[in-house]
């Protein structure tokens, strides 16, 4: 049973570019949640997808924005690249049922803005 | 608001027992889970308390008081291999339609380092 994937693992960037980062759920999950984690601190929840919608967002800019695919998979797009964007990026699934359901990580991907 | 307190490190010996603590004020509460990180790598889940108790597991014990805001993990036996960073996370149930749709909420971790 495949646990959750991300892609790429590794990311350098510069400050003003555009990146992408994918991620696919553990098998039987329907959403999918974004956290970042900056060193040293706790993942800070961007935003969760479910059906293919934004259903919860957390206090991130405009420049974050996502996509769901209809086979669960999810996207993250950060804009306007910012030094202070680099950090860890975690993809996490779980179910919307049952409620208790724990999340699930990925392994992340590393990215570095310059 | 929110917010999740935890030690910002600690120390044991191989063998020993430790126990990690975790407060939060959070504006909506539906369970704690305690994650635990390894450098460089993803969170993995170890416990998950929602009632007002003690759950076991192995070498590892959660606690959890609701009325405090207040748990903690316990872990016995220490091992080389329990130097990580330990996350409590509060699954917040602030969602606009479905209680599905919950975000976790983060302290910022507890690094502990066992010496032999």
């Known amino acids: 049973d495949a646990g959750v994937t991300q892609s790429p693992t590794h990311l350098i960037k510069t400050r003003g570019q555009q990146v992408t980062l994918r991620c696919s759920p553990k098998?039987?999950?329907?959403?999918v949640s974004w956290y970042q984690q900056a060193l040293g601190q706790g993942p800070q929840f961007i935003f969760q997808?479910?059906?293919?919608?934004?259903?919860q967002r957390g206090n991130f800019p405009d420049r974050f924005s996502g996509h769901q695919f209809p086979n669960y998979s999810s996207e993250l797009n950060v804009n306007a690249l910012l030094l202070g964007d680099s950090a860890l990026y975690l993809c996490?699934?779980?179910?919307?049922?049952?409620?208790?359901?724990?999340?699930?990580f990925g392994p992340g991907t590393r990215l570095t803005v310059t | 608001g929110q917010n999740i307190d935890q030690p910002t490190e600690m120390t044991a010996t191989e063998g020993a027992i430790v126990q990690i603590n975790c407060t939060y004020q959070?504006?909506?509460?539906?369970?704690l889970f305690w994650y635990q990180q390894h450098a460089g790598e993803a969170p993995t889940f170890l416990s998950y308390?929602?009632?007002?108790g003690l759950e076991e597991k192995g070498r590892f014990s959660s606690f959890l008081s609701r009325s405090k805001g207040y748990s903690y993990l316990l872990l016995k036996e220490l091992q080389m291999k329990d130097s990580a960073s330990y996350l409590c996370?509060?699954?917040?149930?602030?969602?606009?339609?479905?209680?599905?749709?919950?975000?976790?909420?983060f302290g910022t971790g507890t690094r502990l380092l066992v010496s032999p």
């Open positions: 997808y479910y059906e293919e919608e934004e259903r």
């Open positions: 308390n929602v009632l007002d």
């Open positions: 996490a699934s779980s179910s919307v049922e049952p409620v208790e359901g724990e999340q699930y």
């Open positions: 996370a509060v699954r917040d149930p602030t969602s606009r339609q479905n209680t599905g749709f919950q975000k976790l909420v």
């Open positions: 959070t504006s909506g509460f539906n369970g």
């Open positions: 098998s039987g999950h329907d959403t």
